[in-house]
């Protein structure tokens, strides 16, 4: 017994021994909002970064959603238990940028630790929109998206359609969403994931309508929303005609969790959601063929649509870590901006390209030919010259808002209220909680 | 016939005896309850890097915002209805099971099922069954001419979360109805029978009064669980919406708080909650206990 004794606690001993060569790899932690598919992807990269060299181990965490994630990193932020890294969706830009003692600049992190970085390697719209306004870029861009169209192509050939020609405009969305109906090819024309961000807040910045003043909130703190125009007021309008004929059908509030299910079953013959939805709509539409196409536009309002405007997120480093830490972090995001690492989660996921070189490596390895449709979301966010109505919207406390304009929205649809009355009640109410977003930030 | 009285010398024991159960109450209800009372007062960026003490501008603000009144009208009627649901079908199968002899049993274990259920499992049950989209339900109820569709109209999605919520709370009600109702004893039911009391009279006169410690008792508890325990449900099956049409008072604390990182408002809400509550258990012991005979 003795010696058995004896014989464990020496190899426990020994056990310990090794330990420090183990310790001494700094542990970053990750937290991100990622799960299945997307999950996996992920923990390969952070794997793959591990794998390339032996003092730092990126330790990556799914914590839910991305309002969950970010409320998860703020509640460590106080108790003083944040990881190092966090992925913020677009939508909590505003909230990231404003709370400067706790976010670690990406642009000073890689010049305090002599990584390279180059912001004009990055798509433009992805730059202007994660940079302050001296121009300095404050998160690492890692997955972004814009929102485009799917469309089931053989619903389109029983209804008599071009199976090859997708609807560029909304009076043609509407006359072929009816030959649709009435043929009996398919129950509903169109639906959509998104009310706030593919159906106002993209579609005002491809009409160049303003969303809220001060270049829609990259100005500063004391922006006002702006988003009951005549063009937003007259798209709701119709989206209410719409949906009281049928050729519109609601998807739901936030994200929309109804729209992809009505696509799927070949209920709806056309959907508009992220780019990123692309891996999930092959997946689920193996029954039919999908067609893929930009977001369309009033052709009565401008003839030159803009560039639609970014979603998904960035990674932001947050303060209160060793410096060997963030040497560790800033190695990781030069990894990340690899061209091979960017291109492989790109083309795996339907998120942008980041880089201008992972887009140049696709279209080496015929990626976009092959894979038609999968360019689309790169073409449209960088056609034209973004203005400052379509360079992106950035305001804080931006979920709270988007909660507004969904509820309006409803109200709308359910005939309480008139497209201009539920837009007029969502700035109003919108610009309340800017005001309070602007209090408790000076 | 007076119980003999233990007396222990000790002074000191008893209050050791208290501790451990004064130091949960003060670490895991007191002090929390005092944070937020001292949050309701400021305004804070998420972060919590500038505190501003702001008086009662958080309280102003929620009582001139028409969809907080409008969501304290919204939670009465949930609270009111899921109760009432909830309690008369609960006795209403608790009489049925309570006059089956045999077989009893096996209609317990099965009533009680329900319970077992995590609410989110249950939100999830439900909003698959009335999907507009996906549903089985409002499928068969188009077959019969009603447009369900919870997604856009109010009503609907209240009706659907009464439902939900009180699904579940009938096991639990159920249980102690038939527990209470196998207590009452046979002697006065069937002297009563004698004396020519028909089944319904008998229920009114006799098994009712006696159920009323219980009945008392489950209308607190379900109160209670209509107010802060549908949380999980009402995040899966309809977020609050549409139109903040069941947006009810736990689920607004929740999204102001954590999703909309409001944190001095969502404070005061739960003050605002807490007072309810309290004002509400005060109410029922003053005055509907009064009533009850035990």
């Known amino acids: ?105 990406v642009y000073q992190l890689m010049e305090d630790n002599g990584e390279p970085w180059d912001p004009s390697g990055f798509l433009a719209p992805v730059v202007g929109y994660y940079s302050d306004t001296d121009g300095n870029i404050l998160s690492m861009p890692f997955n972004s998206s814009t929102p485009i169209m799917y469309y089931n192509k053989d619903v389109f050939e029983k209804a008599g359609l071009d199976r090859e020609t997708p609807p560029k405009t909304w009076a043609e969305l509407e006359a072929m969403s009816r030959q649709i109906m009435e043929s009996g090819a398919a129950p509903c024309g169109f639906t959509s994931g998104w009310i706030t961000w593919v159906q106002t807040e993209n579609l005002s910045a491809i009409h160049d309508q303003p969303y809220g003043t001060l270049e829609n909130g990259f100005g500063g703190l004391g922006t006002e929303f702006t988003f009951n125009g005549p063009v937003q007021v007259k798209h709701w309008d119709n989206l209410k005609k719409w949906a009281d004929e049928g050729l519109f059908e609601y998807g739901g509030p936030v994200g929309g969790g109804d729209a992809p299910p009505k696509f ?21 539409s193996k029954e039919f063929e999908v067609g893929f196409a930009p977001l369309p536009y009033y052709d009565d309002v401008t003839t030159d649509p803009k560039n639609s405007i970014i979603g998904g997120a960035t990674l932001w480093a947050l303060n209160g870590k060793d410096p060997e830490v963030y040497k560790g972090v800033a190695q990781f995001f030069t990894y990340l901006s690899q061209p091979e690492v960017q291109a492989s989660w790109h083309q795996f996921t339907g998120y942008l390209p ?22 689309i979301a790169i073409k449209q966010i960088t056609r034209g010259t973004p203005t400052a109505n379509s360079k992106g ?24 209220k008139t497209a201009q009355e539920a837009l007029d009640a969502a700035v109003e109410r919108g610009n309340q909680i800017l005001r309070d977003f602007e209090a408790a930030n000076q | 016939m007076q119980a003999k009285r233990t007396i ?60 907080y009144v409008g969501s304290l009208s919204k939670t009465a009627v949930f609270a009111f209805s899921v109760t009432v649901l909830s309690m008369s079908l609960a006795l209403i199968l608790a009489v049925a099971v309570n006059r089956v ?7 317990t274990t099965l009533l009680v099922w329900p319970y077992a259920v995590a609410p989110v499992v249950v939100g999830i049950l439900w909003w698959f069954m009335f999907n507009p989209t996906i549903g089985i339900a409002p499928y068969l109820l188009r077959a019969a001419g009603i447009d369900w569709n919870h997604r856009i109209d109010g009503t609907d999605a209240m009706i659907l979360v009464i439902i939900a919520a009180s699904w ?68 899966a099956t309809t977020q609050g919406g549409p139109a903040q049409a069941t947006n009810i008072l736990v689920y607004k604390v929740y999204t102001d708080g954590f999703i909309g990182l409001n944190i001095g408002s969502s404070s005061a809400q739960s003050v605002v909650l807490m007072i309810i509550v309290i004002a509400l258990t005060a109410i029922q012991f003053r005055y509907v206990e009064r009533r009850v005979q035990y």
């Open chain 1, 1 to 105: 017994m003795k010696k058995l004794a004896l014989l464990l606690s020496t190899g426990v001993i020994a056990a310990l021994a090794h330990a420090p060569n183990v310790a001494a790899q700094t542990e970053i932690a990750w937290w991100h909002a990622m799960d299945a598919e997307l999950g996996k992807k992920l923990e390969e990269i952070a794997n793959g970064f591990n794998e390339s060299q032996s003092e730092f181990k990126i330790v990556p965490s799914y914590k839910g959603t991305y309002p969950e994630t970010l409320t998860a990193a703020i509640a460590a932020f106080r108790a003083n238990e944040q990881p190092a890294i966090v992925q913020v969706f677009e939508v909590g830009t505003g909230t990231m940028m404003a709370a400067k003692g706790a976010v670690y600049p």
């Open chain 1, 264 to 284: 799927y079953a070949q209920e709806c013959a056309i959907y508009m959601n992220s780019s990123a939805s692309r891996a999930g709509v092959i997946n689920n």
């Open chain 1, 354 to 375: 980041i880089t201008n070189a992972a887009y140049e490596l696709g279209q080496e390895q015929n990626y976009y030919a092959d894979n038609p449709g999968s360019d």
């Open chain 1, 393 to 416: 919207v950035r305001f804080g406390n931006l979920t709270q808002a988007r909660t507004v304009v969904d509820e309006e929205f409803e109200a709308m649809l359910a005939g309480t």
């Open chain 2, 8 to 67: 222990f010398p000790n002074k000191i024991l008893p209050y050791m005896l208290l501790v451990p159960q004064l130091a949960v109450t003060l670490i895991f209800f007191i002090w929390p309850a005092l944070q937020a009372l001292k949050s309701s007062f400021e305004r804070e960026d998420p972060f919590g890097f500038r505190t501003t003490f702001v008086w009662f501008e958080n309280y102003r603000r929620l009582f001139i915002d028409p969809n």
């Open chain 2, 101 to 107: 002899l045999r077989t009893n049993r096996l209609y």
């Open chain 2, 168 to 235: 579940k709370q009938i096991s639990y009600n159920f249980l102690f109805f038939v527990a209470g109702l196998q207590s009452v004893p046979q002697s006065l039911i069937e002297a009563a029978a004698i004396d020519g009391a028909g089944p319904f009279k008998r229920f009114w006169t006799i098994v009712f009064p006696l159920l009323s410690p219980t009945t008392f008792f489950l209308l607190i508890v379900n109160m209670n669980y209509a107010m802060f325990d549908t949380f999980g449900l009402i995040d």
